[in-house]
């Protein structure tokens, strides 16, 4: 099967993709149960140089320099494992690179400074956070993209998650308004109807929030405050209300859920 891993860090950013062997009740690389053949490729996003970098891991080996746009910023894969999207934040372009040759496409047209992707469960959809507008791109024919706006009143993209069922994508901003004084730096996060493209009721989880990561079972969005003193807030996603922000470390920046309990 192929599994692709996303690894949030400051520059370079990197994702992995794995063609994995391993028993169906056992999750692939765990050490639980027998031996599991990987053999991986992981793609570095290298900001400065306008590249991404293959490394096959089963050698330790960087591959060929992969020419993308200026400043590129963030990274996804499709979930069958073979196209990579890269955001070019000032080329104002998403680079699709083939995973089965290294190559990169032409690219394709979104908004200003995008700085966050994601792709729907079934890999044919990609949403690109832009300034101040999103971007909806159809990966299979490589259409350029519908631009989806207003998305909300804030300033700079900050992050975009999809729920699991591919129905609804969240997407935050750092700001709501263009004021420098902290308590006045809530950023909102607006879901969009993934089937129309419509932008719901802008939702407030915290000051700068930088990061969102959605609970396997699509209830629960655990969104990172990088400036509300340190807190994450869990959103009930279908109500819409946030709940009791939690108390983690200082200027959290990135956040993941795992997939819940393991069988076996």
């Known amino acids: 099967?192929?599994?692709?891993?996303?690894?949030?860090?400051?520059?370079?950013?990197?994702?992995?993709?794995?063609?994995?062997?391993?028993?169906?009740?056992?999750?692939?690389g765990s050490s639980f149960g027998g031996p599991v053949?990987?053999?991986?490729?992981a793609y570095?996003?290298?900001?400065?140089s306008g590249t991404v970098t293959p490394i096959d891991t089963s050698t330790r080996t960087a591959l060929a320099p992969i020419k993308v746009g200026i400043s590129p910023d963030?990274?996804?894969?499709?979930?069958?494992?073979?196209?990579?999207?890269?955001?070019?934040?000032?080329?104002?372009?998403?680079?699709?690179?083939?995973?089965?040759?290294?190559?990169?496409?032409?690219?394709?047209?979104?908004?200003?400074?995008?700085?966050?992707?994601?792709?729907?469960?079934?890999?044919?959809?990609?949403?690109?956070?832009?300034?101040?507008?999103?971007?909806?791109?159809?990966?299979?024919?490589?259409?350029?993209?519908?631009?989806?706006?207003?998305?909300n009143a804030g300033y700079g993209p900050a992050a975009i998650a999809i729920s699991p069922d591919g129905t609804t994508v969240y997407v935050s901003a750092l700001f709501e308004s263009d004021s420098?004084?902290?308590?006045?730096?809530?950023?909102?996060?607006?879901?969009?109807?993934?089937?129309?493209?419509?932008?719901?009721?802008p939702l407030k989880p915290g000051n700068n929030p930088q990061a969102i990561a959605i609970s396997p079972d699509g209830r629960i969005a655990y969104v990172a405050n990088w400036q509300s003193w340190g807190t994450v807030t869990p959103v009930n996603l279908v109500t819409g209300a946030p709940e009791k922000p939690i108390k983690v470390g200082n200027h959290p920046i990135a956040i993941a859920v795992g997939p819940g309990e393991l069988s076996g």
């Not at 570095?44 to 400065?48: I, K």
């Not at 809530?186 to 932008?199: E, F, K, N, V």
């Open 1 to 28: 099967m192929v599994k692709s891993i996303s690894l949030a860090a400051a520059a370079p950013t990197l994702i992995l993709l794995a063609s994995c062997t391993a028993s169906p009740a056992r999750p692939a």
């Open 74 to 151: 963030a990274i996804a894969i499709t979930s069958d494992g073979r196209t990579v999207l890269v955001a070019d934040a000032d080329s104002h372009a998403v680079t699709p690179i083939s995973t089965a040759t290294n190559r990169a496409a032409r690219p394709i047209r979104v908004g200003p400074q995008p700085d966050a992707i994601a792709i729907t469960p079934d890999g044919q959809t990609a949403y690109v956070a832009n300034d101040n507008s999103v971007s909806r791109i159809d990966i299979p024919s490589g259409t350029p993209a519908r631009q989806i706006k207003p998305v």
């Open 180 to 201: 420098t004084v902290e308590s006045d730096m809530p950023g909102p996060m607006t879901p969009i109807q993934a089937a129309t493209g419509r932008p719901r009721k």
């Open 44 to 48: 570095v996003v290298n900001e400065d």
């Open 37 to 41: 053949n990987v053999a991986a490729t």
